[in-house]
């Protein structure tokens, strides 16, 4: 079986007086880190994502407001993750497809396990259904 996404929960450093610290260790996250980007005022009737990575594993953060995260594996497990905490992140496996709805005040942070590669993606879904299919024999 596939590896799973799950949350990743980074220790925060601080208090409601001065407010907090989250710096991941290389012990939380579990891959080097060659790329970072993030995405913002992401109006909330877009549906982004909608594609799956090859290789690459990928951690989401929402730093603020709310990211609905919708995965599913190669073996059609499908799973709703909310996403509204600076230091509770996602981590989504190599070949999991996945989707991200935003508040509109959502920025989401994503640190990639490799660097941008078009070819590294699969952005149609019945590719990727036919992929499934073809892990089960």
Do not use: C
Not at 41 to 68: C, D, M, N, Q, Y
Not at 99 to 112: C, G, K, M, N, P
Not at 125 to 135: E, W
């Amino acid at each position: 079986m596939n590896a799973q996404p799950k949350k990743i929960h980074l220790n925060k450093h601080g208090t409601p007086v001065i407010g907090y610290l989250t710096a991941p260790t290389a012990r939380e996250i579990p891959f080097h880190t060659a790329r970072v980007f993030w995405t913002y005022f992401t109006p909330e009737r877009i549906t982004r994502g909608r594609h799956a990575h090859t290789r690459t594993s990928i951690v989401l953060f929402a730093l603020t407001g709310k990211i609905i995260v919708t995965t599913e594996t190669t073996s059609g497990i499908k799973k709703t993750f909310i996403l509204d905490k600076p230091n509770v992140g996602l981590l989504i496996p190599p070949m999991v497809w996945h989707t991200q709805r935003y508040s509109h005040t959502a920025i989401q942070l994503a640190l990639a396990s490799h660097p941008y590669r078009e070819r590294g993606y699969i952005r149609d879904y019945k590719i990727f259904k036919a992929y499934r299919k073809n892990t089960k024999r």
